[in-house]
């Protein structure tokens, strides 16, 4: 319980940082599993879901979504998709994660993509 307990409290504490640099930036949110790796931009300011993107979907299916090559399609999917919606700035929102690994490889390739953060 203590581990669940404390991973909360870093996310809100990432989370807590961030909107003090926003400045109405919408937000890439990275969730990450063992099996697979998930991102969203979302508008806190509106409170909707801009574009997001997943090792689960159609493209990545039968493929391990557990590793750093599943991350940067991913990240691209979502840069891909950002840029039909109009975004190119965000603010990174790691969670409760270190920037390492699949969640650094994500991030890597979405400025690939074009999203500036």
């Known amino acids: 319980m203590a581990n669940k307990a404390a991973t909360q409290k870093r996310a809100q504490r990432i989370r807590r940082q961030i909107k003090k640099v926003a400045n109405g930036r ?19 300011a509106k409170g ?4 997001a ?12 979504g557990a590793n750093v090559a599943a991350a940067s399609a991913v990240g691209k999917l979502l840069a891909e998709r950002a840029k039909k919606a109009g975004v190119t700035e965000v603010v990174f929102d790691r969670g409760a994660y270190i920037y390492h690994g699949r969640v650094k490889a994500l991030a890597e390739a979405a400025r690939e993509g074009g999203l500036s953060f």
């Open 26 to 44: 919408p937000r890439l949110s990275v969730h990450r599993t063992s099996l697979h790796i998930y991102a969203q931009i979302i508008d806190d």
């Open 53 to 64: 993107a997943s090792s689960l979907e159609k493209d990545n299916k039968g493929k391990s």
């Open 48 to 51: 909707h879901t801009v574009a």
